[in-house]
């Protein structure tokens, strides 16, 4: 049984940081993408950052880039949002998710909480 959990979250102000995690179990991801993802109340679920498994590439939504850094321990079978100089904008529930490619995704985390106040 494949699980992703998420966790990190928090109530954080403006100019703040915060690390999230997304701890894997269940099977193997070498052949997979790592995603997070975050939806903001009243909004769709967006795309926030992709890392490939087994190389490590990575990909971020334009909003968060110089700010945010997605990266894995492969070791540890989890990957991490380290998100800087946050803003009331970043307030979301932030989901891991895994998949075979950037547009098919398979399996998702119930998601963590993040709230940036002003």
């Known amino acids: 049984q494949v699980q992703l959990v998420e966790s990190g979250g928090g109530l954080v102000q403006a100019g703040g940081s915060l690390r999230l995690s997304c701890a894997a179990s269940g099977r193997t991801f070498s052949s997979y993408v790592m995603g997070w993802f975050r939806q903001a109340p009243g909004k769709e679920r967006e795309f926030v950052a992709t890392?490939?498994?087994?190389?490590?590439?990575?990909r971020y939504v334009d909003s968060v880039k110089g700010r945010f850094t997605i990266s894995r321990d492969i070791v540890k079978k989890t990957t991490y949002l380290q998100m800087n100089s946050l803003k009331p904008e970043d307030t979301a529930v932030y989901y891991c998710?895994?998949?075979?490619?950037?547009?098919?995704?398979?399996?998702w985390g119930k998601g963590t909480l993040v709230t940036v106040s002003s």
């Open positions: 998710a895994a998949g075979r490619t950037l547009t098919s995704w398979e399996y």
């Open positions: 890392i490939s498994w087994s190389v490590g590439s990575t």
